[in-house]
């Protein structure tokens, strides 16, 4: 027990890399769901632990050396407030994920290869976790490929359902390994200037031996920062899919199978986010990424134009799981918002907003993957009266939608709240205004949804549905009543937060 | 091209002097050139090159899909393994040390021979599944596994 309490940083990433070949292995006739469920369990207690330990621990720092080697030399996983909270968030969506999964998948591919499916699951769990857990920026970019690659896969077995996720895998690979590639070359600049690919390393190097140097007459390998940075943040921009680097985003989501969007929708791209933020905020610094390159001003605009565009986009869909897609897009932009102010109040809406994001749209996904199971799609003229058939189901979307939308009583409104408190502080009234405006666009395309759920006339030929099976109604209830919690008592989700921002920047509560 | 006597004796004669190169390549890993990747590539096409010059059922017969799946996996629970085994001896994951932890030193060229096997089984399997997945024919009314020859 000792031994495993000491060892946790490494077994979050291992234990689930293990079990995912282990299921690649013995996982036929439904022992793969057991096998990655246990997994997922394991994980988010080991994911639990580590918050507590970061929390209660004085330096607010947890560090594991890999093979013993110290740090600049070795790869070393650092767990500190922010990402203890990300490791929360990617392992609590996961678990629940993956008990909604069983039934779901099941119907949605050939059952003699399930085990394949729960294998790479397991291995985008790894490579989520692994990003968000280490401490070198290397490691980082080969996790992400772990990540990724597995992503790619789970998003094109949705190819029974419709033919048309084999290409949007295609164009999820393409734009994804561009952006890794980006991301490396990156990395490769930054390490022809510091010699190390440690991040606390690098960040030291560049604060001590090259940033000083800028003031005078010979400065240091000026231009090879500024590429190397502007390299990692295009391409974190496309994993994260920041408006417009969004493109492969829709369709992923849209035809990748219903537990893989709710998988994806609430994690990859909150580890993404997570990377952003930790080289903005680590490893560069903010003096140099946001008062010497202004990149606020770039992430402020693309943010921007993301709530807009997205939630506009969001508007004009029918088919609901595109719906979701774009809306994301627009909530990924009210994340980027948080952290492109750069002060307390907006970094904690970011981080609290991964969170609850994560939640709302997590559930909602889940929902409609509920009624994707029980009617073979998701179009909006399908769900029409469906209030009535599903109740239990469409409520759970119902509250994710007002999650979305920012009504006061959900997560949605305190991630709101923070957000709009830091751009007043900051005196950026016109994000403010933009937060709102976003707000009110996502008010029509939830009404739109809920009007035809609730008001709407069956069609009178159709056959009767049932609520979902007890495996996949539970999860989704329980996301969605965790979104409505963290409205009303956001005490835990906030210190978290909060106790990142204040780590983040470096100031003391 | 299995008709052709000196592609198929060209092929059987090579595969021993492929198959021993990779052994002695993976044995060299932590002192020299080489290690588990190339070994691995080097396994594999040895198998390829039979494949090609006997038609891939032919190969498949040799080395069954189950084989290359399992392989691939048990390749890198070895790596893992070893992490592992690091840890349950009190150790950090990858510590060699845990391996004779009377000399810590001289324990390290071991964790890198094991990890090293591991590494090479990997590469050799995924090689082959590669393979195995361009000639298994996808084509609309090909069977799978209908090709005889892929040049």
Same mark, same amino acid.
């Given at each position: 027990?000792?031994?495993?309490?000491?060892?946790?940083?490494?077994?979050?990433?291992?234990?689930?890399?293990?079990?995912?070949?282990?299921?690649?292995?013995? *996982?036929?006739?439904?022992?793969?769901?057991?096998?990655?469920?246990?997994?997922? #369990?394991?994980?988010?207690?080991?994911?639990?632990?580590?918050?507590?330990?970061?929390?209660?621990?004085?330096?607010?720092?947890?560090?594991?050396?890999?093979?013993?080697?110290?740090?600049?030399?070795?790869?070393?996983?650092?767990?500190?407030?922010?990402?203890?909270?990300?490791?929360?968030?990617?392992?609590?969506?996961?678990?629940?994920?993956?008990?909604?999964?069983?039934? #779901?998948?099941?119907?949605?591919?050939?059952?003699?290869?399930?085990?394949?499916?729960?294998?790479?699951?397991?291995?985008?769990?790894?490579?989520?976790?692994?990003?968000?857990?280490?401490?070198?920026?290397?490691?980082?970019?080969?996790?992400?490929?772990?990540?990724?690659?597995?992503?790619?896969?789970?998003?094109?077995?949705?190819?029974?359902?419709?033919?048309?996720?084999?290409?949007?895998?295609?164009?999820?690979?393409?734009?994804? #390994?561009? *952006?890794?590639?980006?991301?490396?070359?990156?990395?490769?600049?930054?390490?022809?200037?510091?010699?190390?690919?440690?991040?606390?390393?690098?960040?030291?190097?560049?604060?001590?031996?090259?940033?000083?140097?800028?003031?005078?007459?010979?400065?240091?390998?000026?231009?090879?920062?500024?590429?190397?940075?502007?390299?990692?943040?295009?391409?974190?921009?496309?994993?994260?899919?920041?408006?417009?680097?969004?493109?492969?985003?829709?369709?992923?989501?849209?035809?990748?199978?219903?537990?893989?969007?709710?998988?994806?929708?609430?994690?990859?791209?909150?580890?993404?986010?997570?990377?952003?933020?930790?080289?903005?905020?680590?490893?560069?610094?903010?003096?140099?990424?946001?008062?010497?390159?202004?990149?606020?001003?770039?992430?402020?605009?693309?943010?921007?134009?993301?709530?807009?565009?997205?939630?506009?986009?969001?508007?004009?869909?029918?088919?609901?799981?595109?719906?979701?897609?774009?809306? #994301?897009? *627009?909530?990924?932009?009210?994340?980027?918002?948080?952290?492109?102010?750069?002060?307390?109040?907006?970094?904690?809406?970011?981080?609290?907003?991964?969170?609850?994001?994560?939640?709302?749209?997590?559930?909602?996904?889940?929902?409609?993957?509920?009624?994707?199971?029980?009617?073979?799609?998701?179009?909006?003229?399908?769900?029409?009266?469906?209030?009535?058939?599903?109740?239990?189901?469409?409520?759970?979307?119902?509250?994710?939608?007002?999650?979305?939308?920012?009504?006061?009583?959900?997560?949605?409104?305190?991630?709101?709240?923070?957000?709009?408190?830091?751009?007043?502080?900051?005196?950026?009234?016109?994000?403010?205004?933009?937060?709102?405006?976003?707000?009110?666009?996502?008010?029509?395309?939830?009404?739109?949804?809920?009007?035809?759920?609730?008001?709407?006339?069956?069609?009178?030929?159709?056959? *009767?549905?049932?609520?979902?099976?007890?495996?996949?109604?539970?999860?989704?209830?329980?996301?969605?009543?965790?979104?409505?919690?963290?409205?009303?008592?956001?005490?835990?989700?906030?210190?978290?937060?909060?106790?990142?921002?204040?780590?983040?920047?470096?100031?003391?509560? | 091209?299995?008709?052709?006597?000196?592609?198929?004796?060209?092929?059987?004669?090579?595969?021993?002097?492929?198959?021993?190169?990779?052994?002695?390549?993976?044995?060299?890993?932590?002192?020299?050139?080489?290690?588990?990747?190339?070994?691995?590539?080097?396994?594999?096409?040895?198998?390829?090159?039979?494949?090609?010059?006997?038609?891939?059922?032919?190969?498949?017969?040799?080395?069954?899909?189950?084989?290359?799946?399992?392989?691939?996996?048990?390749?890198?629970?070895?790596?893992?393994?070893?992490?592992?085994?690091?840890?349950?001896?009190?150790?950090?994951?990858?510590?060699?040390?845990?391996?004779?932890?009377?000399?810590?030193?001289?324990?390290?060229?071991?964790?890198?021979?094991?990890?090293?096997?591991?590494?090479?089984?990997?590469?050799?399997?995924?090689?082959?599944?590669?393979?195995?997945?361009?000639?298994?024919?996808?084509?609309?009314?090909?069977?799978?596994?209908?090709?005889?020859?892929?040049?």
């Amino acid at each position: 027990m000792e031994r495993i309490h000491q060892n946790l940083p490494a077994l979050i990433v291992v234990l689930p890399l293990c079990m995912g070949l282990i299921t690649s292995i013995i *996982g036929r006739r439904g022992l793969g769901w057991w096998l990655a469920m246990g997994t997922a #369990s394991a994980v988010l207690a080991m994911a639990v632990q580590l918050l507590v330990n970061v929390l209660e621990s004085g330096t607010l720092t947890v560090t594991y050396q890999m093979g013993s080697w110290p740090a600049p030399f070795g790869i070393v996983y650092v767990v500190d407030p922010l990402n203890a909270g990300v490791l929360t968030i990617v392992a609590l969506i996961g678990a629940i994920v993956t008990l909604y999964a069983r039934k #779901s998948i099941a119907s949605e591919m050939d059952p003699r290869r399930l085990h394949f499916f729960y294998a790479l699951w397991l291995f985008c769990m790894t490579g989520l976790l692994g990003i968000t857990i280490t401490g070198d920026a290397f490691n980082l970019y080969v996790l992400l490929e772990i990540s990724s690659l597995s992503t790619y896969t789970l998003v094109a077995l949705g190819r029974q359902r419709n033919r048309r996720a084999l290409t949007a895998a295609i164009n999820y690979l393409v734009l994804g #390994s561009i *952006g890794a590639t980006f991301y490396l070359l990156g990395i490769a600049y930054l390490y022809m200037v510091t010699g190390s690919l440690n991040i606390a390393d690098i960040q030291h190097i560049l604060a001590t031996k090259v940033f000083p140097t800028w003031g005078t007459d010979a400065p240091m390998y000026r231009t090879t920062v500024y590429v190397g940075f502007a390299l990692m943040a295009v391409g974190l921009s496309l994993k994260l899919a920041l408006f417009p680097l969004h493109g492969w985003l829709p369709n992923a989501y849209t035809y990748a199978p219903s537990s893989v969007s709710a998988l994806l929708a609430s994690t990859a791209t909150k580890v993404g986010a997570y990377a952003f933020i930790r080289v903005i905020f680590t490893l560069v610094g903010t003096g140099f990424a946001y008062r010497m390159l202004h990149t606020d001003v770039v992430l402020m605009v693309s943010a921007g134009a993301a709530i807009l565009v997205g939630s506009w986009m969001a508007f004009r869909q029918t088919s609901l799981k595109k719906l979701l897609a774009y809306s #994301s897009i *627009g909530q990924i932009g009210y994340i980027t918002l948080g952290f492109a102010l750069g002060n307390v109040n907006g970094l904690t809406a970011s981080i609290i907003h991964l969170f609850n994001h994560a939640l709302t749209k997590g559930g909602m996904f889940m929902a409609l993957g509920v009624v994707a199971y029980r009617l073979g799609n998701t179009r909006l003229q399908d769900v029409q009266g469906l209030g009535r058939k599903l109740p239990f189901t469409m409520a759970a979307f119902t509250a994710g939608g007002l999650g979305l939308i920012g009504v006061p009583l959900t997560a949605g409104f305190v991630s709101k709240w923070y957000l709009v408190t830091a751009c007043i502080e900051a005196g950026r009234y016109e994000m403010a205004a933009i937060v709102l405006v976003g707000s009110l666009i996502a008010l029509l395309y939830v009404w739109k949804v809920v009007e035809a759920i609730y008001f709407g006339k069956r069609p009178e030929n159709v056959p *009767g549905v049932k609520e979902a099976p007890l495996t996949m109604l539970v999860p989704t209830l329980l996301l969605a009543g965790a979104s409505i919690y963290f409205g009303i008592d956001a005490s835990t989700s906030a210190r978290v937060a909060t106790a990142a921002a204040h780590f983040l920047l470096g100031v003391t509560p | 091209m299995k008709d052709n006597v000196l592609m198929r004796v060209a092929a059987r004669w090579n595969m021993p002097f492929l198959l021993v190169f990779a052994l002695y390549t993976q044995t060299h890993g932590e002192l020299g050139p080489g290690g588990g990747f190339q070994s691995g590539v080097m396994i594999a096409a040895a198998f390829i090159v039979y494949g090609m010059v006997f038609g891939a059922d032919e190969m498949r017969r040799v080395v069954p899909r189950w084989v290359t799946d399992f392989a691939a996996a048990a390749g890198v629970l070895i790596y893992a393994g070893a992490g592992v085994y690091c840890m349950a001896m009190g150790y950090t994951f990858l510590d060699y040390a845990a391996l004779v932890p009377s000399n810590p030193g001289g324990a390290e060229p071991w964790g890198m021979v094991i990890v090293e096997y591991g590494v090479g089984i990997t590469v050799a399997a995924v090689m082959l599944t590669v393979f195995n997945e361009i000639t298994e024919g996808t084509l609309p009314g090909q069977e799978p596994g209908g090709t005889k020859e892929v040049l």
